[in-house]
Nanobody, 125 residues
Framework: QVRLVESGGGSVQAGGSLRLSCAAY????????IGWFRQSPGNEREGVAA????????YYADSVKGRFTISQDNAKNTVYLQMNGLKPEDTAIYYC??????????????????WGQGTQVTVSS
């Protein structure tokens, strides 16, 4: 079993920054790809970014490329999502997720076995 705990959400004005953290607890062999997703009311869960467990590969949705950066600290079993240049359309609940599947289909929520509880990000104009 793997437990994921997100933190770092909050409210900012457009153009501001936030850093989300996702701490993982449990069996490391169950972790192969770690992804960040977001969901706003009335919308499907959307893949934002992902990183392979070794940290060698990163993936981003077109909507966040150049603004968001995913990274990991293996010593702390934590993955970060640095979000700069935030826009009102980035407002959503952000979730981290992981599982034994690789990152080849990183944006497919169905490929992940474990999810965190989510953290709210609100960007005002």
């Amino acid at each position: 079993q793997v437990r994921l705990v997100e933190s770092g959400g909050g409210s900012v004005q457009a153009g501001g920054s936030l850093r989300l953290s996702c701490a993982a607890y449990g069996y490391s062999y169950s972790i192969n790809c770690i992804g960040w997703f977001r969901q706003s009311p009335g919308n499907e869960r959307e893949g934002v970014a992902a990183i392979s467990s070794g940290g060698g590969s990163t993936y981003y949705a077109d909507s966040v490329k150049g603004r968001f950066t995913i990274s990991q600290d293996n010593a702390k079993n934590t993955v970060y999502l640095q979000m700069n240049g935030l826009k009102p359309e980035d407002t959503a609940i952000y979730y981290c997720a992981t599982g034994p599947n690789g990152c080849r289909t990183w944006a497919a929520a169905s490929k992940y076995n474990y999810w965190g509880q989510g953290t709210q990000v609100t960007v005002s104009s």
